[in-house]
């Protein structure tokens, strides 16, 4: 938390990016939530925050000891069976269908943009932003930036402004944040609630995993300025919106697991040892087959490095599309 007053002071005063490299070079390491984020709740529907921001993307040197993103290999078991136990449950479930079906899903999509006040600095973001981010959510999962098609897109339905000094900046895991949320949220299961605001923690966004029973926290909460056309250097391109969505579908990051055991749960991504930043070359952590998936996008690179899903990724997401979302 500490960093962000210092960062919201070199952008204001548009200070060279490399100073902002320097500060952003000593990477973060991967942090293990609570031990009892899943344990409790398999399928993520306990109320505690740790739960409930179990993903997150962050940039380099982001205050790792908030660093929500990782899973522990339990967990990933836990969540892996909780999603095998829901599509079992469902009386309409065929086997492999959810593997198979291209017929697209349209998500409608509510925008909560959260400002301080009437400024852009205080999270007044112009509406173009959110129209391109909505934009950018359809070409990335249309495949339409060179990656996989998936079965979704995106309808925006509403933007919704609130100016509430209190949920500003939003806190990851605060009561603020709970109580933003609970107010705010709408939809069922299968609507995106995605909130906009100055981030704590120098994190760009984090996701809740779908889980059976709706819960308040339910959504994705993005960095503002990292929206298409935001002052984010680096990472306003929009793909901050892509991953944090991607989590909310039930994707990992390509590095969970490292290189041992089933990684992400997906068979197309090769393991990857650790998080990526910026754009490495030839960046190959594992010795199983294949480089680095450093362009997709459940990775940290910049948001012009990452431009994929994977075919297995598109699988998974509408398997738990089918399992937990959908009406
Ligand atoms: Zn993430």
């Not at 790792?64 to 136990?85: F, I, M, S, W, Y």
């Not at 933003?180 to 981030?199: A, C, D």
């Not at 994707?251 to 998080?275: I, K, M, N, R, W």
Request: overall charge neutral; glycine content about 10%.
């Amino acid at each position: 938390m500490g960093l962000r007053p210092n960062l919201l002071t070199r952008r204001a005063a548009g200070v060279a990016s490399t100073t902002l490299a320097l500060l952003l070079s000593t990477a973060a390491v991967g942090v293990v939530p609570a031990a009892s984020a899943f344990s409790a709740a398999p399928g993520g529907a306990c109320a505690e925050p740790a739960d409930s921001h179990a993903n997150a993307r962050v940039k380099p040197g982001a205050a790792a000891t908030h660093e929500p993103n990782e899973l522990t290999a339990k967990q990933v078991r836990e969540r892996d069976a909780d999603l095998a136990a829901a599509l079992r449950e469902r009386a309409n479930f065929r086997a492999g269908a959810g593997a198979t079906t291209l017929a697209t899903v349209t998500i409608p999509v509510v925008v909560h943009v959260i400002q301080e006040n009437s400024t852009r600095a205080g999270g007044n973001i112009p509406d173009s932003l959110i129209t391109s981010q909505i934009s950018v959510l359809n070409q990335a999962y249309a495949g339409g930036t060179g990656g996989a098609a998936t079965a979704f897109a995106f309808r925006l339905d509403k933007i919704n402004r609130v100016t509430n000094p209190s949920w500003y900046p939003i806190v990851d895991g605060s009561s603020a944040e709970r109580s933003m949320k609970s107010s705010l949220r709408v939809g069922g299961k299968n609507t995106l609630n995605i909130y906009l605001g100055e981030l704590s923690d120098d994190l760009l966004g984090w996701a809740t995993f779908p889980q059976r029973k709706l819960s308040s926290m339910d959504g994705v909460v993005v960095l503002n300025e990292s929206l298409p056309g935001g002052t984010a250097t680096n990472y306003n391109q929009g793909d901050t919106g892509t991953h944090e969505v991607g989590h909310w579908l039930n994707l990992y990051h390509t590095f969970q697991g490292g290189c041992g055991g089933s990684g992400d749960s997906v068979s197309d991504t090769p393991a990857e040892a650790s998080a990526a930043f910026e754009c490495p070359t030839g960046r190959n952590t594992c010795s199983a087959t294949g480089l680095d998936p450093i362009t997709n996008f459940m990775d940290y690179t910049y948001d012009s490095c990452m431009y994929q899903f994977t075919p297995g990724q598109a699988s998974r997401m509408l398997t738990a599309w089918n399992a937990y979302r959908a009406a």
